[in-house]
């Protein structure tokens, strides 16, 4: 189904989803925004700064904007919280960036969210799930009642998220799907792409997937006996394009910390040695 962007689309009673116009490898469709609530609205990701989209957001919301979430601090996700904020004097809910890297550092939450801690709106109660790993402080949201949880890019549709040393984390992020199946779930809201069914399927399909990975990553480093980062790409992701590799080797980077923090490899000056 093509995706349009700046137009609410109609997903539940409580739910609307307008995607950001930012298309791309990283990003698929865009990243999807979501407005929950009627009488009062929280928004769920307000993404890029783009007017556009920050438009669409003011006008689907009708001057009933109350709260802005973030699942994440990534630039496609949160940079447009301020502005919004500023507009309509809503309340920024969810993790600060960390100090370090590149991400968003202008999302400055009024309230920090606890791992499960609840927002109430009229008509609806929203949980907020620690899932740490693709970012450190990533947050997935639970609308309870209809037991739909916006994901962020914890899950995405169509393709796995990167993990990107240092704040992602790859033993963090497994900790965290394994987290989702002990909860009772319906559907996914992902950061980008259409809702997912069968929730629980997706995530152990997942879960199977990482470490199908995880075991060619360490196969390729056990082949060669040791490696950098450049060495072993085009081993442990033959099946991937040359063009992606740039990204590939960034969850390379966090399968071989976690096979070094399960004493399988060790690295040393930038090569990495199999154990």
């Known amino acids: 189904m093509t995706i349009e962007h700046g137009v609410p689309v109609r997903l539940t009673a409580r739910v609307r989803r307008i995607t950001a116009p930012n298309p791309g490898v990283m990003t698929g469709p865009g990243t999807n925004t979501y407005l929950v609530g009627e009488h009062e609205c929280a928004v769920i990701d307000p993404g890029p700064v783009i007017d556009s989209h920050v438009d669409a957001i003011l006008s689907a919301a009708a001057g009933k904007l109350r709260w802005i979430l973030g699942t994440h601090t990534h630039p496609d996700h949160s940079p447009a919280a301020a502005r919004l904020a500023k507009e309509t004097g809503a309340e920024i ?16 939450p009024t309230r920090v969210l606890a791992d499960g801690e609840r927002l109430a709106g009229p008509g609806f109660v929203l949980r907020a799930i620690a899932t740490p790993g ?34 992602g984390d790859m033993v963090r992020y497994l900790a965290s799907l394994e987290r989702l199946l002990t909860e009772d779930l319906d559907q996914l809201a992902p950061g980008h792409g ?15 997937h990482r470490l ?36 590939a080797k960034r969850s390379l980077h966090a399968h071989l910390i976690k096979l070094a923090h399960d004493g399988r490899a060790r690295e040393q000056a930038g090569v990495w040695h199999s154990l």
Do not use: W
Not at 101 to 108: E, V
Not at 212 to 233: F, N, P, Q, Y
């Open 93 to 108: 809910l969810g993790r600060p960036a960390p100090a370090a890297g590149t991400q968003d550092q202008t999302f400055s």
């Open 134 to 167: 693709h970012a450190s402080n990533h947050l997935c949201y639970l609308l309870e009642d209809e037991k739909l949880l916006f994901t962020g890019d914890h899950v995405m549709q169509g393709s796995t998220v990167v993990i990107s040393p240092p704040d």
């Open 194 to 208: 259409e809702l997912i069914p069968a929730p629980h399927d997706m995530v152990r399909a997942l879960i199977k």
């Open 212 to 247: 199908m990975r995880e075991a060619k990553v360490a196969a390729a480093l056990s082949a060669i006996g040791s490696g950098t980062l450049d060495d072993l790409v085009p081993r442990a992701y033959d099946d991937t394009r040359p063009a992606l590799y740039p990204a």
